[in-house]
């Protein structure tokens, strides 16, 4: 019997904490090579377009894909998950807010393992939806004092920093510009849908860490060649897939201020293969585009917790013949 997990049960399951710990040993399992994971591939129709997300981890002993449309009516998303041995279709979920938590918990990992232990402080250009799980996993992994939103909408972004201060239990403080959101910060977060870089390299202080999270395609860039330029430690969540979707690299790589051999993964740092960073005074840097196994491991998560609360409907598909 397959479960199927609606998108209000995912948010009473899914909390940061889990997502992390998800993200986290999928990540490692990469770098070991007991997960694999496909890029993104995507199917323009009419007046929408279709992204398609496949992956799976040996160890867990699950894969899967997500999938999901984009138009003027929305997004609309949804997570497969299989029984590898088996082959067994064990969930289908509703996954809008499962992706919001995990492209969260993943910035909260590289946090976790690039950012200095005393960073304190978070400037943060965007003030969506997404940005909400990015500030929690941040504020999940280090002791964080105080932060500062900048979004374009000066009534968007009160109400987000008042929102966040009372879910988070931190100052989050509106500011009148993006500069004066980054200057000064010790962990810097993007996630915006702009097309144009948000953040310029000169505003950023020396030991920052950065998790640059708004953009997976070719065409947008949230920051400045001299933002890459700066960053002593830069990572990805795959390289395949970075290559394809990274448009904040692209300028870069282009101009010839990076190559491909300078950008490591960031499931390689989780697993001690390479430093996180070198010195207290390195800006390090993580682009973040999604990857399919954080949505595999998140959602075997869920459909456990789900299990294991008795939650969810199971369904009948392709029953077994007598």
């Known amino acids: 019997m397959t479960l199927l997990i609606r998108e209000q049960q995912v948010v009473e399951l899914l909390d940061i904490k889990t ?13 070991l090579g007991k997960a694999t994971n496909r890029p993104r591939q995507r199917v323009f129709g009419t007046a929408s377009l279709l992204h398609v997300m496949a992956g799976g ?3 867990l002993g699950v894969y899967g894909l997500k999938t999901y ?6 997004t609309r998303f949804l997570v497969l998950l299989f029984d590898s041995g088996s082959g067994d279709l064990l969930a289908m979920i509703e996954a809008d807010k499962l992706g919001q938590m995990r492209t969260g918990a993943a910035s909260g990992v590289a946090t976790r393992y690039q950012a200095r232990e005393d960073a304190d402080t978070v400037g943060i250009i965007g003030t969506g939806w997404q940005s909400e799980s990015q500030l929690m996993a941040v504020c999940a992994v280090r002791q964080i004092r105080q ?7 000066p009534e968007r972004r009160k109400s987000f920093s008042a929102r966040m201060t009372g879910e988070l239990g931190v100052e989050v403080r509106p500011a009148e510009s993006a500069e004066e959101a980054v200057r000064g910060k010790s962990i810097v977060i993007t996630c915006t849908t702009s097309r144009e870089p948000v953040l310029h390299g000169s505003w950023i202080e020396p030991g920052a860490h950065l998790n640059v999270a708004g953009s997976n395609f070719l065409s947008k860039a949230e ?20 290559r394809m979707e990274a448009g904040d690299l692209l300028p870069a790589i282009e101009r010839g201020v990076i190559n491909w051999e300078a950008v490591t993964e960031l499931g ?6 390479v430093k996180g960073r070198a010195s207290h005074s390195d800006i390090t840097l993580f682009k973040s585009v999604g990857i399919a196994i954080w949505d595999v491991a998140t959602a075997l998560r869920v459909y456990r917790l789900a299990l294991e609360k008795g939650i969810g409907d199971h369904i009948e598909l392709w029953p077994d013949k007598k």
Request: aromatic letters at 2%; zero cysteines; proline letters at 0%.
């Open 19 to 31: 997502a992390i710990s998800a993200v986290e040993e999928v990540l490692r399992d990469q770098a």
């Open 57 to 59: 981890d040996s160890r």
């Open 69 to 74: 449309s984009t138009s003027k009516k929305g």
């Open 147 to 153: 932060v500062a939103a900048y979004g374009r909408n």
């Open 223 to 242: 920051v400045d060649v001299e933002t890459i330029n700066r960053a002593s430690i830069i990572a990805v969540d795959s390289i395949d897939q970075a």
């Open 268 to 273: 390689r740092i989780v697993a001690g293969q």
